[in-house]
């Protein structure tokens, strides 16, 4: 076919003036494809870039052209975990590790020795210290080393009851042992709650996973209660933080908590009833 020069310039004018190929919804003609890839962003959030090709037969003769347009569409992708539950877990966590038991009662026994004897009490408060929370963490070594004890930090009741009757073994003679000895009242009163409320869990363990952590919490705010009066009784706000985390971390249903809670307090108010 020969091109005479008048259709030649008529075919360039065409082509400079004819609207440029995108993927919008007038794209229109046959062969359209689209293509889908996936690409970080300058953010670091994916996008979509679709790519598509259009080929267009001219009339007068095999010329074809192909236009391809870009566009960036940001895809919302879901994320794998929420960062406000990945964030209280946390929080729950650290406030079940600040309130575990042996924990406790280190500040528990230096705030009453001192209390009941001044600096002389700092050295009964460090037997206690020793008899009590000392001896319960190598044991509590012992047993996960012995594998025992699958997982230290949460126990499952089938592995307490041969524990706890350990503990509240080693509990009593710390009060046998230091009543012997002449310590002071309140400390001793201390060291028969500890007694107490270990062997109220041996015997109630088999029925009901009361909890430990709210045990320890009530118990320690009823001594600091009996020690110091009224100035100890924010001592009982950490009751609900541990409520919290612990119904949180799925460890215990609310009423075994609030048993824990009797069975600590109640251990202790019994004990300083009776030491006087």
Not at 189 to 217: K, M, Q, R
Request: hydrophobic share 50%; proline share 5%; net charge positive.
């Amino acid at each position: 076919m020969v091109l005479s020069g008048s259709k030649i310039r008529g075919w360039w004018k065409s082509m400079k003036s004819a609207p440029f190929s995108s993927a919008s919804s007038k794209t229109s003609g046959s062969g359209v494809n689209a293509t889908r890839t996936l690409f970080a962003s300058a953010s670091g959030s994916p996008t979509c870039r679709p790519q598509l090709s259009h080929s267009s037969a001219r009339a007068n003769g095999a010329i074809r052209s192909t236009a391809s347009a870009i566009c960036v569409t940001r895809t919302k992708i879901p994320a794998l975990y929420n960062p406000r539950t990945v964030n209280r877990l946390r929080l729950a966590e650290l406030v079940s590790a600040a309130t575990r038991l042996p924990l406790i009662a280190i500040p528990l026994f230096l705030a009453v020795g001192i209390e009941a004897a001044g600096l002389r009490g700092l050295l009964w408060a460090a037997l206690c210290i020793f008899l009590t929370s000392g001896l319960s963490l190598l044991y509590l070594v012992y047993l996960t080393r012995s594998g025992r004890v699958s997982d230290p930090l949460a126990i499952s009741r089938v592995e307490r009851v041969g524990p706890l009757r350990v503990v509240a073994a080693l509990h009593a003679a710390a009060f046998v042992i230091v009543t012997l000895l002449g310590g002071p009242a309140e400390l001793r009163a201390a060291l028969l709650s500890y007694a107490l409320a270990t062997l109220g869990f041996v015997l109630i363990t088999p029925f009901s996973n009361l909890s430990l952590h709210a045990a320890g919490v009530s118990g320690a705010a009823v001594c600091l209660a009996y020690v110091f009066g009224a100035w100890s009784l924010p001592a009982f706000a950490l009751l609900p933080p541990v409520f919290w985390a612990r119904l949180q971390l799925g460890r215990h249903t609310l009423g075994e908590l609030a048993l824990g809670a009797i069975v600590g307090g109640g251990g202790t108010w019994i004990s300083f009833h009776l030491i006087g």
